[in-house]
């Protein structure tokens, strides 16, 4: 992408974050925090090209604003350039938050969210008093449209930035879900590395069927949201005072402290360095989905004056107990489960035999007839995104569901590496089918503890089966050593041609389909075996999907 393809996009994120008309003067202003150095008549040059495409207007002599098509490029635009944007907007919103504890004035950070009815508010306010919250502070702004209640509740970045304040670097590193047993946090199960992804992980982990708030609140076992975070070992306890005088004041949310280069509840902590867990402040809100009430949850992290939030209840009752037992072992990121699986692919391309990797998803038994109909009937209609092999297998233990394994995307690396090509999995992401085609979400194998197209498939963010607009599918990105491209091409063309998508294979420095490679590599964008599964459950087959499963022989499976 250009310099002027950057600004651009940077002009358009000033404009989405402003509620009125915006100068060229302003838009320079910001630019140059951003560390772009753009006079104003540089600006307004830019913004006439803005205008042209669409992405912004003006009003008048007030300035500009976006366009809903300027917002959704920015949304979709330059995902690789998005990957290392949410950390940075972490950053600058710990920069932003200025509370002073002390007086309890200044700026905060905040999630706000739409509900309902007076029944999800009852929720919220029971999920605070027992302490599965940053703090009790929120707003209430009953809009008056088709009864909707926007609901402000206090993020735990605002802690970040009260410590940074204080002179303590707060560094984010992880969303996940935290399981609790008897009360207390015993491990997180799943983690998201805050740079290495395009959505903010908890907003990935916010999907219905991952988290069980109440469940903890009624009898004290289950899995909420948390975040996790680091500090240096240096100032552990000048932090641990500013948490306590926070606590006293409504602001809280810290399930454990780390001692320095401990592993705290399954995280590794670096030498030097002390680990905090928090809850995330969307827990409440995961709260009211798991109790079928109607929410948007929006985790789009805003800065508030604290003034203008105001606390819901009176007393709090934690439910959760201190961290007791003896820390689990540290928990494997999703890559570093897998590589043994992708070492024992040994899929011969001549001879079309070999093991493979697939994912194995669970389904009724009475429903697989139906299901394989919609298998035929998507690869018919996009037979260049989806596999056509399949293989029926038995379930272990319930002789009323059956298992439909699907051919893996890692499979492929498997095959390259078996051939003495280094692959890397770099990314799992939703693909726009565009002109060209374009991702528009990726996360990290390498820093997600899930696989990311469970996320996607969990949050139902496909659209393989709907032919109105562009379908939504699952796409991985790989890199590849450029000196080994010659070879690699012969071989994805023969891979190709037997059934393994391949979408793309790009060229060296080439941002490929929205997702960039290293130096001195080249990316290549394959399709995910859960597409066919995808559209499965699109057509309302209930389907417990399963990923990066087991080996089977390749010669074994079926064929649409």
């Known amino acids: 992408m250009s310099?002027?393809?950057?600004?651009?996009?940077?002009?358009?994120?000033?404009?989405?974050?402003?509620e009125k008309p915006t100068g060229s003067k302003?838009?320079?202003?910001?630019?140059?925090?951003?560390?772009?150095?753009?006079?104003?008549?540089?600006?307004?040059?830019?913004?006439q090209i803005l205008d042209e495409k669409g992405y912004t207007e003006r009003i008048g002599n007030s300035g500009r604003?976006?366009?809903?098509?300027g917002r959704e490029k920015l949304e979709k635009g330059i995902i690789y350039d998005q990957v290392d944007f949410i950390y940075s907007k972490f950053e600058e919103m710990i920069y932003l938050a200025d509370f002073n504890y002390m007086t309890q004035k200044g700026k905060v950070v905040v999630n706000t969210s739409t509900i309902y009815n007076e029944e999800s508010i009852d929720i919220i306010k029971k999920v605070i008093e027992h302490g599965l919250s940053v703090s009790p502070y929120v707003n209430l702004n009953h809009t008056g449209n088709d009864n909707k209640i926007e609901v402000t509740t206090l993020c735990g970045t605002t802690v970040d930035g009260v410590l940074l304040n204080e002179?303590?670097?707060?560094?984010?590193?992880?969303?996940?879900?935290l399981k609790i047993e008897d009360n207390e946090p015993v491990g997180f199960t799943e983690l998201i590395s805050y740079k290495k992804t395009s959505v903010s992980p908890l907003e990935a982990f916010s999907a219905k069927g991952f988290t069980s708030v109440m469940d903890v609140i009624e009898n004290g076992e289950g899995i909420i949201p948390a975040n996790f975070r680091l500090i240096p070992g240096i100032g552990r306890q000048n932090a641990i005072d500013i948490i306590n005088k926070l606590?006293?004041?409504?602001?809280?949310?810290?399930?454990?402290?780390?001692?320095?280069?401990?592993?705290?509840l399954g995280?590794?902590?670096?030498?030097?360095?002390?680990?905090?867990?928090?809850?995330g402040g969307i827990t409440p809100f995961c709260a009211?989905?798991?109790?079928?009430?109607?929410?948007?949850?929006?985790?789009?992290?805003?800065?508030?004056?604290?003034?203008?939030l105001s606390p819901i209840a009176s007393r709090i009752n934690p439910v959760l107990s201190q961290v007791k037992s003896t820390p689990p072992q540290n928990i494997a990121f999703l890559l570093s489960k897998t590589w043994n699986l992708i070492q024992q692919v040994d899929f011969d391309i001549e001879k079309r035999k070999g093991n493979i990797i697939t994912n194995v998803s669970f389904m009724d038994k009475d429903k697989i007839d139906k299901a394989l109909d919609i298998m035929e009937e998507t690869y018919n209609d996009k037979p260049k995104f989806i596999s056509p092999y399949y293989k029926l297998i038995e379930h272990p233990s319930n002789d009323s569901m059956i298992g439909l394994a699907t051919i893996c995307s890692l499979s492929i690396d498997g095959i390259l590496i078996d051939n003495g090509i280094m692959s890397n999995p770099k990314y799992g992401g939703l693909l726009e089918l565009t002109e060209p085609p374009l991702f528009i979400d990726l996360i990290s194998y390498n820093g997600s503890t899930e696989d990311p197209h469970m996320i996607f498939l969990a949050k139902n963010m496909t659209s393989i089966t709907n032919n109105n607009g562009h379908s939504k599918i699952l796409a991985s990105f790989k890199e590849i050593p450029y000196i080994s491209r010659e070879?690699?091409?012969?071989?994805?063309?023969?891979?190709?041609?037997?059934?393994?998508?391949?979408y793309k294979i790009g060229k060296p420095r080439e941002v490929t389909y929205n997702a960039k490679a290293n130096n001195y590599n080249f990316g290549i964008v394959t399709g995910s075996g859960l597409n066919s599964i995808a559209a499965i459950k699109e057509k309302g087959i209930a389907v417990k999907v399963k990923a990066i499963e087991k080996l089977l022989p390749f010669e074994k499976m079926d064929r649409l």
């Not at 310099?3 to 402003?18: A, C, N, P, V």
């Not at 002179?167 to 879900?177: E, F, H, R, T, V």
């Open 288 to 308: 009211v989905q798991e109790e079928n009430q109607d929410i948007e949850i929006k985790i789009a992290e805003e800065i508030k004056d604290f003034k203008t």
């Open 3 to 18: 310099e002027s393809e950057h600004r651009m996009m940077e002009i358009l994120r000033i404009l989405s974050e402003q």
């Open 26 to 47: 302003l838009i320079a202003d910001e630019l140059k925090n951003k560390g772009f150095n753009l006079g104003e008549r540089a600006v307004r040059y830019h913004m």
């Open 247 to 264: 606590e006293k004041i409504g602001i809280g949310g810290i399930i454990a402290i780390s001692e320095e280069g401990k592993n705290l």
């Open 267 to 279: 995280v590794p902590v670096p030498e030097g360095m002390v680990g905090i867990s928090v809850v």
């Open 487 to 502: 070879q690699s091409v012969h071989i994805l063309d023969i891979l190709n041609n037997i059934g393994f998508p391949i």
């Open 65 to 69: 604003k976006i366009t809903a098509h």
């Open 167 to 177: 002179g303590i670097a707060s560094q984010p590193q992880y969303g996940g879900l």
